[in-house]
């Protein structure tokens, strides 16, 4: 990987500098300008820089792979993420804010807690217990626990099916999914947690439970946060849960809405009765922007992703075969809370990828590529 690229990703720390910078430069009129750079600056910076269709290099693969540089990075921000919510609830209890001031504050620290749980699905790949640690540790700041067992356990092995809750439909709008994924999403873990448990022979109802040790730990952080705010201030605010549930709501309305642009109606053969074709990297809607890229540590880099869901995001590669998104997630979130707008504009691009993959002797060069 060239030097220039790895530095790039530096600029994944932007937001939260954004975010609090531009609150002491700006004062209370700015809080909401972590959401105006992600919503409005990341997609003119895209534009700007276009994208980035380079992958890493055969020989540099290795070392790329290795370099303990990428890893600082994202562990960095499980941290930074609780750092930045201890700041904005103690300004949210004694700053003199008004109500929308401190909404859109709430709003900004929500916007990073979805990077947040970014992080945590690149650390809950892998297999070390230190990285998934970590993952646990930073869906706890944002309430979403259940993630950790079903986006390996049931997203990865359902995509692009109807058994998948988080798997778009053709036509449906991203608020009629946001009820769809969250609900069956979290059925989805309690069931998948359930056989675990059955196998393990532990009864349901125990200390072996995931699911409710996830239910209980963001619970956990909320009364830290609120009983520390507590203790710096001298006085009890309601204003800190309060700030803790609407940052953790809006970082989960941004994981759904991802979820949504990254499957729209792209479905997977079925082979026969309730089996489906094998993964392959034509499955998910890609995106090399090259800003919002670095910012979301090459997520929309989804079709590798989901081909090889273990290799890690500095090594995520760029095919021109795979479905590709016309902007950038930010862009493509904005455009999806208005459905004719995201159907006038997808809908036309899933018809031409449902007419690609029904020709499997390209499907088969693809797969190669990709190997």
Known sequence: MLLSKKLSFLWSYSLIAIIVCGYYLGGPSYTWVGAVYVYVGIPLLDAFFGKDR???????????????????????????????LG????????????????F??????GVFGGTIINIAHELGHRSSRVAQFHAKLALASVSYM?????????????????????????????????????TGSYRSAWQIERKLLAKAGQPVWSRHNNMLWFAVCPVVVCAVLTGAITVLTGTFSWTVPIFFCVQSLVAILLLESVNYIEHYGIMRREVSPNRYERVNPLHSWNASHFISNLVLFQLQRHSDHHAYAA??????????ESPQLP???PL??????????????????????????????????VVRQFA
């Open 54 to 84: 380079r992958n890493v290099g055969h020989d540099a693969y290795d070392d790329v792979l290795n370099d303990r540089y990428f890893d600082v990075l994202v562990y960095s921000f499980v941290y930074l993420h609780y750092a930045l």
């Open 332 to 365: 493509m979130i904005i455009m999806s809370l208005v459905p004719p707008l995201w159907f006038r504009v997808m809908n036309p691009r899933l018809q031409a990828w449902q007419e690609r993959a029904c020709q499997p002797n390209e499907i088969a060069a």
């Open 311 to 320: 290799r890690p995001y500095q090594v995520l590669r760029h095919f021109d």
């Open 146 to 182: 259940h993630f950790f067992i079903e986006h390996n356990r049931g997203h990865h092995v359902h995509v692009a099916t109807p058994n998948d809750p988080a798997t778009s439909r053709l036509n449906q709008s991203v608020y009629a999914f946001w009820w769809q994924s969250i």
């Open 87 to 102: 700041w904005g609830a103690y300004m949210l209890a004694t700053e003199p804010l008004t109500g929308v001031q401190g």
């Open 327 to 329: 902007f950038g997630y």
């Open 104 to 109: 859109r504050l709430m709003i900004s620290i």
